[in-house]
């Protein structure tokens, strides 16, 4: 286990029992029975600690996003496959029941051929700001870059074999200008076959509203079918006189929607949910070779350009010509 911040890697090491813990990353890549590395620093600090493990070729899980700069995602996915490490990205969602029966349903053409997406992401505002005080820089903390890549993970995954072949979107910054970044983006895009999906995220919702993180809608409509996901999260609530704690010590809240924190809940001691599943997944893919719902390193990288290509659209208020590379949505940023 490694932590540059010595107090939060005693803890870690504590909580987990780690054999081993130390403040310099290449310490503990050097040693000699590590064989695998899961990186989950926080989103802007990937990088160094993604180089320092894909150099020595170690399968990896990596949060996402894989790097918050296009070139950096594009360098590091370039040495991830030169070095041979089986990289994968940390798009917990894809481990959800909903999720994979979607796949299998839509995958198995049970709605004929897909022509029209639609999503709808809402956020609590309180997980965007956490982010934003971490940050190094954050107008790179952009809603689709850091949470739309969620919602935009599921729907590519959900629509596998179509290519985007443009996107148009627009952005407002009212209640986030204080933080540097904006509010919502909304963006139509459109595939080469002519399939059509109309994407919106705003991550500035009250604190107080009840899901801890996210809230999402999806329909899509085929030739033959139509299947509505609703994952607004309303099943579970918790309402209390006395306000209540949630995911966050910090935070009281008198209504939540519980099992709404994305990576899942603690509960007698342990966490259940996707993120679970995600890395118990990720493990047997290691240990016995099996094939694993994953979004993979170079999925992840071109989740990260679609999320920047909708950022550029609305910065220059252009339709963005699909596929584009890491060097022009920097030219042109
Ligand atoms: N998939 C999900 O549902 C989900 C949910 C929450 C967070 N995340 C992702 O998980 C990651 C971590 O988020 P968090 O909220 O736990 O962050 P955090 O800020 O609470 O913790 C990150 C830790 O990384 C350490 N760190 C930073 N740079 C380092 C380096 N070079 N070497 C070693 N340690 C370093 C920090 O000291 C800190 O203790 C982010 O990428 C975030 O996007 C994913």
Request: charged share 20%.
């Given at each position: 286990?490694?932590?540059?911040?010595e107090?939060?890697?005693?803890?870690?090491?504590?909580d987990?029992?780690?054999?081993?813990?130390?403040?310099?990353?290449?310490?503990?890549?050097?040693?000699?029975e590590?064989?695998?590395?899961?990186i989950?620093?926080?989103?802007?600090?990937?990088?160094?600690?993604v180089?320092?493990a894909?150099?020595?070729?170690?399968p990896?899980?990596?949060?996402?996003?894989?790097?918050?700069?296009?070139?950096?995602?594009?360098?590091?996915?370039?040495?991830?496959?030169?070095n041979?490490?089986?990289?994968?990205?940390?798009?917990?969602?894809?481990?959800?029941?909903?999720?994979?029966v979607?796949?299998?349903?839509?995958?198995?053409g049970e709605?004929?051929?897909?022509?029209?997406v639609?999503?709808?992401?809402?956020?609590?505002?309180?997980?965007?700001?956490?982010?934003f005080q971490a940050?190094?820089?954050?107008?790179?903390?952009?809603?689709m870059?850091i949470?739309?890549?969620h919602?935009?993970d599921?729907?590519?995954?959900?629509l596998?074999?179509?290519k985007?072949?443009?996107?148009?979107?627009r952005?407002?910054?009212k209640?986030?200008?204080?933080?540097?970044?904006k509010?919502?983006?909304?963006?139509?895009?459109?595939?080469?076959?002519?399939?059509?999906?109309?994407?919106?995220?705003?991550?500035?919702l009250?604190?107080?509203?009840?899901?801890t993180?996210?809230?999402?809608?999806?329909?899509?409509v085929g030739t033959?079918?139509?299947?509505?996901?609703?994952?607004?999260?309303?099943?579970?609530?918790?309402?209390?006189?006395?306000?209540?704690?949630?995911?966050?010590?910090?935070?009281?809240k008198?209504?939540?929607?519980?099992?709404?924190?994305?990576p899942?809940?603690?509960?007698?001691?342990q966490?259940?949910?996707?993120?679970?599943?995600?890395?118990?997944s990720?493990?047997?893919?290691?240990?016995?070779?099996?094939?694993?719902?994953h979004?993979?390193?170079?999925?992840?990288?071109?989740?990260?350009?679609?999320t920047?290509?909708?950022?550029?659209?609305?910065?220059?208020g252009?339709?963005?010509?699909?596929?584009i590379?890491?060097?022009?949505?920097?030219g042109?940023?």
């Open positions: 286990m490694c932590d540059i911040d107090g939060a890697e005693k803890k870690l090491a504590e987990t029992g780690a054999d081993f813990f130390t403040t310099d990353i290449d310490e503990l890549l050097d040693r000699s590590v064989n695998a590395a899961i989950a620093t926080d989103a802007s600090t990937h990088v160094a600690p180089r320092a894909a150099e020595r070729g170690l990896m899980l990596v949060e996402k996003p894989l790097a918050t700069g296009a070139r950096e995602s594009a360098e590091l996915l370039s040495l991830i496959e030169r041979g490490s089986d990289t994968v990205i940390g798009y917990t969602q894809r481990f959800r029941r909903r999720f994979l979607a796949k299998e349903k839509v995958g198995a709605l004929g051929d897909v022509t029209t639609v999503s709808l992401a809402f956020l609590n505002s309180l997980t965007p700001i956490g982010v940050a190094e820089d954050p107008r790179q903390m952009t809603p870059v949470s739309g890549t919602t935009l599921i729907c590519m995954w959900l596998a074999g179509k985007p072949a443009e996107v148009y979107a952005s407002v910054a209640a986030f200008v204080p933080y540097g970044t509010d919502a983006t909304m963006g139509v895009f459109t595939f080469e076959d002519g399939t059509i999906w109309n994407m919106c995220i705003n991550w500035a009250p604190s107080l509203w009840p899901p993180v996210y809230s999402l809608e999806i329909g899509i033959d079918g139509v299947l509505t996901i609703d994952d607004t999260q309303r099943d579970l609530v918790l309402a209390s006189d006395t306000p209540h704690t949630t995911q966050r010590p910090t935070e009281r008198s209504v939540s929607f519980l099992t709404s924190y994305p899942g809940d603690i509960a007698l001691g966490l259940w949910g996707p993120m679970r599943e995600e890395t118990n990720w493990l047997a893919r290691i240990y016995m070779g099996i094939d694993t719902p979004t993979t390193a170079a999925e992840g990288h071109e989740n990260l350009l679609l920047m290509a909708m950022d550029l659209s609305a910065a220059n252009d339709v963005v010509k699909l596929p590379t890491a060097e022009e949505i920097e042109r940023g």
